[in-house]
T-cell receptor, first 112, second 115 residues
Framework: QKEVEQDPGPLSVPEGAIVSLNCTYSNSAFQYFMWYRQYSRKGPELLMYTYSSGNKEDGRFTAQVDKSSKYISLFIRDSQPSDSATYLCAMSISGGYQKVTFGTGTKLQVIP | GAVVSQHPSRVICKSGTSVKIECRSLDFQATTMFWYRQFPKQSLMLMATSNEGSKATYEQGVEKDKFLINHASLTLSTLTVTSAHPEDSSFYIC???????????FGDGTRLSIL
């Protein structure tokens, strides 16, 4: 079993839809959770960075962490064609210079 | 803020050539930088962790004599792929951290093609 599981998709949604992206993990020691967006042939871009359980909102993006279920989500409201990309979840046991474990990424396509 | 520049973005060269890739943090000091390799439709695979002024820490299975890493300053790390072969063709991405409990910020990657 992988430490971090993420559905690779692809996920296709119409423009304006609410998108839900999810990851599950097995290591209960993870405390820092991140979501990155990666466009084709580009490096990942940090979208959200959260610590422990709870919600965090930034514009159209909301990150949720449920440590009891070992489940994290990223919601995108009013999705736009420019949101079409691969979304990677990532997590680490502590901050600082600890190894980050990445999911394989979910490819999202927002159709105009 | 938190801009990481990686150069070159694309390299095509003959087998046996050594290739150097630079990673710079443009607007912050990065005590630690990371080098990843990414295969198509796969996640990022950590190759090594680089701390300024000290030797890099390599992940299991990564040849340190093949992939030379130098982190000479708080804003620059380099990865040199020595005597590259076609199997080294991949997408190499660096990242940098501004400090403890900070997330990694990534460069735009280098697509390396060895003929």
């Amino acid at each position: 079993q992988k430490e971090v599981e993420q559905d690779p998709g692809p996920l296709s949604v119409p423009e304006g839809a609410i998108v839900s992206l999810n990851c599950t993990y097995s290591n209960s020691a993870f405390q820092y959770f991140m979501w990155y967006r990666q466009y084709s042939r580009k490096g990942p871009e940090l979208l959200m960075y959260t610590y422990s359980s709870g919600n965090k909102e930034d514009g159209r993006f909301t990150a949720q962490v449920d440590k009891s279920s070992k489940y994290i989500s990223l919601f995108i409201r009013d999705s736009q064609p420019s949101d079409s990309a691969t979304y990677l979840c990532a997590m680490s046991i502590s901050g600082g210079y600890q190894k980050v474990t990445f999911g394989t990424g979910t490819k999202l396509q927002v159709i105009p | 803020g938190a801009v990481v520049s990686q150069h070159p973005s694309r390299v095509i060269c003959k087998s046996g050539t050594s290739v150097k890739i630079e990673c710079r943090s443009l607007d912050f000091q990065a005590t630690t930088m990371f080098w990843y390799r990414q295969f198509p439709k796969q996640s990022l695979m950590l190759m090594a962790t680089s701390n300024e002024g000290s030797k890099a820490t390599y992940e299991q299975g990564v040849e340190k004599d093949k992939f030379l890493i130098n982190h000479a300053s708080l804003t620059l790390s380099t990865l040199t792929v020595t005597s590259a072969h076609p199997e080294d063709s991949s997408f190499y991405i660096c990242s940098a951290q501004a400090g403890s409990n900070q997330p990694q910020h990534f460069g735009d990657g280098t697509r390396l093609s060895i003929l």
